[in-house]
Each structure stands twice: as C-alpha cells, then as structure tokens.
C-alpha cells in the first residue's frame, strides 16, 4: 500500500483500472501470484516481473528498501 500512499500525494504515477478509472489494489491467488484489483468494477491485471520491479523501484525511492516478510 506505500504506492497507493505515494500516488495519493503525487509523487508517483497512479495504478488505475483502464475501465473506469478508479484505483488498482494489490492482492494475492491462492497460488500466492500478485494481481490488481478494481474494487468498482473487478478487472483483474496480473502483474508482470517488469510491472512489479517498476513499482518496487518507486517505492524504494521513497522509502528506502524494504525488508521481505
């Protein structure tokens, strides 16, 4: 949620649903595979490696780098 909290002051670009526009939410398969999630309209985009060092590189800029649960 850190890029969620960047894209909110403006510092990063928004994740956005290309249907409607409303935000993206991160979560998770039952084959832990990450995907983002449209609340409003439930479009699904699953997460390239590219995508996802992307969003990792934006949040370490940031917040410096983050420790792996």
């Given at each position: 949620m850190a890029y969620q909290k960047l894209?909110?002051?403006?510092?990063?670009?928004?994740?956005?649903?290309?249907?409607?526009?409303?935000?993206?939410?991160?979560?998770?398969?039952?084959?832990?595979?990450?995907?983002?999630?449209?609340?409003?309209?439930?479009?699904?985009?699953?997460?390239g490696l590219e995508m996802y060092e992307k969003v990792e590189k934006y949040v370490e800029k940031y917040h410096g780098k983050q420790e792996s649960s």
């Open positions: 894209a909110g002051e403006q510092k990063v670009p928004p994740l956005t649903c290309p249907m409607d526009k409303s935000f993206l939410y991160p979560n998770l398969t039952d084959q832990d595979q990450l995907y983002l999630y449209c609340l409003e309209c439930s479009y699904k985009n699953y997460m």
